[in-house]
């Protein structure tokens, strides 16, 4: 089931002059890029803090016959 707020966009998309789709499309993208980077940016800055679980013997132990 479409989500009302995706049916509010889809209405306003559907009204905007051609000459500006090409702008919306502008924006997903960025919109899309900037989740990824906060993605990425959060595993890098959670992997120090994993990598005293990850550097263990017990660790290694467990992941050697894969």
């Known amino acids: ?9 889809m209405h306003e998309v559907e009204d905007l002059a051609p000459s500006l789709l090409q702008e919306v499309l502008d924006f997903i993208s960025f919109l899309k890029m900037k989740v990824a980077r906060e993605q990425s940016e ?23 016959n894969l």
């Open 1 to 9: 089931m479409i989500s009302e707020q995706l049916q509010v966009v």
């Open 42 to 64: 959060t595993a890098l800055l959670s992997e120090s803090a994993l990598q005293k679980d990850w550097l263990r013997p017990e660790e290694d132990a467990a992941w050697r």
